[in-house]
């Protein structure tokens, strides 16, 4: 708990700095990012089960001040694996849906951000004898670069960190944390 308290207050703090010293960007801006990377499971029961896997994703940003912007989003991971003592067949769908604020560090062709969000991770885990499904309450923290590459396109390389704790008691991994981290590319359109 105290972990989780910690990453988000220095979030808050990072983002709060970043915007007071920020330069102008044009603001009213609006842009849809379609996005897919690789996703390696935080917990290692978790990656010990699945381990690393394509990820993707759909996000949209609006910008609500010089450079602030509202953020949300959702991603899907799904992955088949063994468990890891009777290597029984697993499947697992994640699908977290976030939302939160990003926040530019400077303007130009090639601009770095700053991203933190809440979200809500939607899980299904199945095995020949159970199905867990359910959710869980998390967070997701994300840097990128912003690469412009026409007037009204750009690409994303990102890197993001998620948690969530599930508290199912049948979640065949036996893995609390749901979580991980994940590189990615993506495709921006400003409108």
Partial sequence: MRRK??????????ILLAVSVA????????????GGGVF???????????????????DLTVSVASSLAVWAGAGYFAKSG??????EPLKIRLVPLYAGLRVRLSG???CPYLGAAAGYFLYREESE???ALGGAVGFL??????????????LDIYGRYSYARVREENFASESSQIGGFEAGLGLVVCF
């Fill in 5 to 14: 308290i910690f990453v988000v207050a220095a979030a808050a703090t990072a």
């Fill in 23 to 34: 330069p102008a960007a044009p603001a009213d801006v609006v842009s849809l990012e379609a």
């Fill in 40 to 58: 390696l499971p935080g917990s290692k029961d978790f990656r010990t089960s699945y381990k690393a896997g394509p990820a993707f994703g759909l």
């Fill in 82 to 87: 063994l468990t890891s003592f009777t290597e």
């Fill in 108 to 110: 130009g062709t090639a």
């Fill in 129 to 131: 004898t159970a199905v």
């Fill in 141 to 154: 923290g994300q840097a990128g670069l912003l690469v412009g590459v026409g007037r009204n396109i750009a």
